[in-house]
């Protein structure tokens, strides 16, 4: 191959992108070889063999465990991946035996938030056994007993050597990405230098490597480092091809890579550093992925993120001298400053979430300042402006943010100007208060609880201390926000808890919304006969349980969308069939969150849209 660094770029978005994104970049690719008056067959048929061996899901290995993370292992069974939760730590090549019923993984779909199941689907990992279905055969190796030998250590050692050397961490950039072995990796390299020639450096440092991937869980990092390392004793090949020809055999040996950030982070770290000299650069990526993967930026970790790799590869360092020489004081110490020091550095954060628009405008004025480097400043604007997104929003929008078996609805004005939240349920609340900092909200002008039940309002204290609220309304009363009334319109007194709920009828952009808390049948006739009401979207009442949704309410509001927020396969069998097929009947479309995952239903004058986060659209007529 002449340009397999070129071929490599063409490889991973091919892998990593959706259809259309792929259908591009084969697009591209043919484009290119054209341009360049050559058909590699060779390139050709490297790319499409990499492409249908990511799409087979089988596995050689077989009755072992593939991957170690913090609270569950990805095993081989039957030659199919398989996830298996755990509370203990267990590590590759231990045997499996699996019993029982596999289950299918699920998780809470959001916009804009972490999908646990949309990431494992990526590596071809459906389903689960719990623990208590499956055997798990110790192996008498290294690694285990390296594992039981820290645990031996009195409490504040084993969290710091943990931490350390099993520290499975998504937002820490370097841990998660192993650069902290890269760093690793030059300093082996510089220390035999001066001691041997370069090859025989490049050979001590990958046995040293080795002897710790035998040690500790074997990252791909420490992969992807060792084909480096043997790339190093070709002289004839150049950094650039070097740089190709590794990351293809990392997307040969295992396709699904190219969703780890332990090989995104160092692959594009190294193309920037091999065509742009600028070290700002490296920080305009770096906010990008953080934006782009996390929704939030924290600047100071950007402008020292040279010195935290260099602190992260010296912790791994210490952590190794202590497990050789325990000194409990110097472990505490050094973990009370690395701790200090890094919640110090996380505590200033930008949030926001990169839309398309955002994305295309980024990555435009950041490839084109390789050759312009004024363009990077261009970059820099797009990162500063993306947290500013939500004062660019002209839609009224009404959000079933998915908490699972429980409500939790946003009502948003135009350009930020007032934000409602209806509803928060316990133990969901970090959850919400991400979303909001992903679309850019940093405070809720109206807090609203239908009635007391933990699914309503069983996250009030916890969400208060970590978002900002300006009023909490609990009682019956209208709400007033931009020109719009929210009115409550369930003024009697019941001795029922779930019929005390606040019931909220307005309209919002171009739409009339009817909010029925957990309110039943009784309080359905009541509204009926003291009100005329009509209404386009309605949110069932009680998750739609037997007890509300009675045919003739349903019939007299008429209304063309329904909402349901409940969790699938709850114990409750929310929501009923009985009122599925009242809504069937009368051919109102319905939403789950079981089943759509979060919903988002947006107005601009006339024109009213609704996405799922399932990736579904459609269109809402108004009447």
Same mark, same amino acid.
């Given at each position: 191959?002449?340009?397999?660094?070129?071929?490599?770029?063409?490889?991973?978005?091919?892998?990593?992108?959706?259809?259309?994104?792929?259908?591009?970049?084969?697009?591209?690719?043919?484009?290119?070889?054209?341009?360049?008056?050559?058909?590699?067959?060779?390139?050709?048929?490297?790319?499409?063999?990499?492409?249908?061996?990511?799409?087979?899901?089988?596995?050689?290995?077989?009755?072992?465990?593939?991957?170690?993370?913090?609270?569950?292992?990805?095993?081989?069974?039957?030659?199919?991946?398989?996830?298996?939760?755990?509370?203990?730590?267990?590590?590759?090549?231990?045997?499996? #035996?699996?019993?029982?019923? *596999?289950?299918? /993984?699920?998780?809470?779909?959001?916009?804009?938030?972490?999908?646990?199941?949309?990431?494992?689907?990526?590596?071809?990992?459906?389903?689960?056994?719990?623990?208590?279905?499956?055997?798990?055969?110790?192996?008498?190796?290294?690694?285990?007993?390296?594992?039981?030998?820290?645990?031996?250590?009195?409490?504040?050692?084993?969290?710091?050597?943990?931490?350390?050397?099993?520290?499975?961490?998504?937002?820490?950039?370097?841990?998660?990405?192993?650069?902290?072995?890269?760093? $690793?990796?030059?300093?082996?390299?510089?220390?035999?230098?001066?001691?041997?020639?370069?090859?025989?450096?490049?050979?001590?440092?990958?046995?040293?490597? +080795?002897?710790?991937?035998?040690?500790?869980?074997?990252?791909?990092?420490?992969?992807?480092?060792?084909?480096?390392?043997?790339?190093?004793?070709?002289?004839?090949?150049?950094?650039?091809?070097?740089?190709?020809?590794?990351? $293809?055999?990392?997307?040969?040996?295992?396709?699904?890579?190219?969703?780890?950030?332990?090989?995104?982070?160092?692959?594009?770290?190294?193309?920037?550093?091999?065509?742009?000299?600028?070290?700002?650069?490296?920080?305009?990526?770096?906010?990008?992925?953080?934006?782009?993967?996390?929704?939030?930026?924290?600047?100071?970790?950007?402008?020292?993120?040279?010195?935290?790799?260099?602190?992260?590869?010296?912790?791994?360092?210490?952590?190794?001298? +202590?497990?050789?020489?325990?000194?409990?004081?110097?472990?505490? $110490?050094?973990?009370?400053?690395?701790?200090?020091?890094?919640?110090?550095?996380?505590?200033?954060?930008?949030?926001?979430?990169?839309?398309?628009?955002?994305?295309?405008?980024?990555?435009?004025?950041?490839?084109?300042?390789?050759?312009?480097?004024?363009?990077?400043?261009?970059?820099?604007?797009?990162?500063?402006?993306?947290?500013?997104?939500?004062?660019?929003?002209?839609?009224? #929008?009404?959000?079933?943010?998915?908490?699972?078996?429980?409500?939790?609805? *946003?009502?948003?004005?135009?350009?930020?100007?007032?934000?409602?939240?209806?509803?928060?349920?316990?133990?969901?609340?970090?959850?919400?208060?991400?979303? *909001?900092?992903?679309?850019?909200?940093?405070? /809720?002008?109206?807090?609203?609880?239908?009635?007391?039940?933990?699914?309503?309002?069983?996250?009030?204290?916890?969400?208060?201390?970590?978002?900002?609220?300006?009023?909490?309304?609990?009682?019956?009363?209208?709400?007033?926000?931009?020109?719009?009334?929210?009115?409550?319109?369930?003024?009697?007194?019941?001795?029922?808890?779930?019929?005390?709920?606040?019931?909220?009828?307005?309209?919002?952009?171009?739409?009339?919304?009817?909010?029925?808390?957990?309110?039943?049948?009784?309080?359905?006739?009541?509204?009926?006969?003291?009100?005329?009401?009509?209404?386009?979207?309605?949110?069932?009442?009680?998750?739609?349980?037997?007890?509300?949704?009675?045919?003739?309410?349903?019939?007299?509001?008429?209304?063309?969308?329904?909402?349901?927020?409940?969790?699938?396969?709850?114990?409750?069998?929310?929501?009923?069939?009985?009122?599925?097929?009242?809504?069937?009947?009368?051919?109102?479309?319905?939403?789950?969150?079981?089943?759509?995952?979060?919903?988002?239903?947006?107005?601009? $004058?006339?024109?009213?849209?609704?996405?799922?986060?399932?990736?579904?659209?459609?269109?809402?007529?108004?009447?």
């Amino acid at each position: 191959m002449n340009d397999p660094l070129t071929l490599s770029l063409f490889v991973f978005f091919f892998l990593y992108g959706s259809f259309w994104i792929k259908l591009i970049t084969f697009i591209l690719f043919v484009f290119y070889q054209y341009m360049i008056k050559r058909f590699h067959k060779k390139e050709i048929f490297f790319l499409l063999f990499v492409v249908i061996l990511s799409l087979n899901p089988f596995v050689i290995r077989n009755n072992c465990i593939l991957e170690t993370h913090e609270n569950y292992v990805v095993a081989s069974i039957h030659h199919r991946k398989v996830l298996i939760y755990t509370d203990e730590l267990y590590f590759e090549n231990e045997r499996v #035996e699996g019993k029982g019923e *596999l289950k299918k /993984i699920t998780s809470l779909s959001n916009f804009h938030l972490f999908d646990f199941q949309k990431k494992l689907a990526l590596n071809h990992v459906y389903y689960y056994y719990d623990q208590k279905d499956v055997t798990i055969h110790k192996k008498n190796s290294l690694m285990r007993k390296m594992y039981e030998y820290i645990m031996q250590f009195d409490e504040t050692m084993t969290h710091f050597l943990k931490e350390v050397f099993y520290g499975f961490s998504d937002r820490d950039l370097i841990l998660s990405s192993g650069l902290h072995y890269t760093s $690793l990796n030059q300093l082996f390299l510089s220390g035999l230098s001066f001691l041997v020639c370069k090859k025989y450096a490049y050979a001590g440092s990958s046995l040293c490597l +080795i002897l710790i991937s035998r040690l500790f869980p074997f990252h791909f990092s420490i992969q992807r480092i060792l084909l480096g390392n043997l790339l190093h004793l070709f002289d004839n090949l150049s950094s650039k091809q070097r740089m190709g020809y590794q990351a $293809l055999i990392c997307m040969f040996l295992n396709p699904s890579c190219v969703f780890k950030p332990a090989f995104i982070l160092p692959y594009f770290l190294g193309l920037i550093h091999q065509f742009h000299s600028s070290k700002f650069a490296s920080m305009a990526f770096l906010a990008f992925y953080q934006f782009y993967q996390f929704h939030d930026c924290m600047p100071l970790y950007l402008f020292i993120f040279p010195l935290i790799r260099k602190i992260d590869m010296l912790s791994f360092v210490m952590g190794f001298m +202590i497990t050789l020489c325990p000194l409990k004081q110097l472990a505490f $110490l050094f973990d009370s400053f690395f701790h200090f020091f890094m919640n110090f550095v996380n505590s200033f954060h930008f949030y926001g979430h990169f839309s398309i628009i955002f994305t295309i405008i980024f990555l435009f004025f950041f490839c084109f300042s390789f050759e312009k480097k004024k363009l990077l400043r261009g970059s820099f604007l797009v990162l500063l402006l993306n947290p500013f997104q939500s004062y660019l929003n002209p839609f009224y #929008e009404v959000v079933m943010i998915n908490v699972g078996q429980g409500d939790c609805f *946003l009502i948003r004005a135009p350009f930020n100007q007032s934000n409602i939240l209806i509803d928060l349920p316990l133990n969901q609340e970090k959850r919400v208060a991400d979303y *909001l900092h992903a679309i850019g909200i940093n405070k /809720i002008d109206y807090l609203v609880f239908t009635h007391a039940d933990s699914d309503h309002n069983g996250g009030k204290e916890a969400f208060l201390d970590i978002f900002s609220v300006n009023q909490i309304i609990e009682d019956q009363k209208d709400i007033k926000w931009q020109n719009h009334v929210l009115y409550s319109i369930n003024s009697l007194d019941h001795q029922n808890e779930n019929d005390n709920s606040l019931v909220l009828y307005g309209r919002i952009g171009s739409l009339n919304y009817l909010f029925m808390g957990d309110a039943s049948k009784t309080v359905e006739k009541e509204l009926l006969m003291k009100y005329d009401i009509t209404c386009d979207v309605l949110k069932i009442g009680h998750h739609g349980s037997r007890t509300s949704t009675d045919p003739l309410f349903i019939q007299m509001l008429h209304p063309s969308i329904a909402l349901i927020s409940v969790k699938k396969n709850n114990r409750y069998h929310h929501p009923d069939e009985l009122v599925m097929q009242t809504l069937k009947q009368y051919q109102i479309k319905s939403y789950l969150t079981s089943e759509n995952g979060a919903v988002s239903i947006k107005s601009f $004058l006339n024109m009213n849209f609704i996405t799922t986060s399932k990736s579904e659209f459609g269109i809402i007529m108004a009447e």
